[in-house]
């Protein structure tokens, strides 16, 4: 199955690299596919977080 996903380059310092490359391994995912695992994990954390301050009152408005 071929996708035309953008590509990008990235530098990893060798621990970082070895990390990630290990962590994939144990959970039987690429490389590529561990980095989009992770990736999306931070997207959803992001988003959870913009909702959960999105749904308190905001103190500028009160002034």
């Given at each position: 199955?071929?996708?035309?996903?953008?590509q990008?380059?990235?530098?990893l310092?060798?621990?970082v690299?070895d990390?990630?490359?290990?962590?994939?391994?144990?959970?039987?995912?690429?490389?590529?596919?561990?980095?989009?695992?992770?990736?999306?994990?931070?997207?959803?954390?992001?988003?959870a977080?913009?909702?959960?301050?999105?749904?308190?009152?905001?103190?500028?408005?009160?002034?």
């Open positions: 199955m071929s996708h035309s996903y953008p990008m380059k990235i530098r310092p060798p621990d690299h990390h990630v490359k290990g962590a994939a391994k144990r959970q039987q995912r690429s490389l590529s596919g561990h980095i989009v695992f992770l990736l999306r994990q931070e997207m959803e954390k992001e988003k977080s913009d909702h959960a301050v999105g749904s308190e009152p905001d103190a500028l408005d009160s002034e």
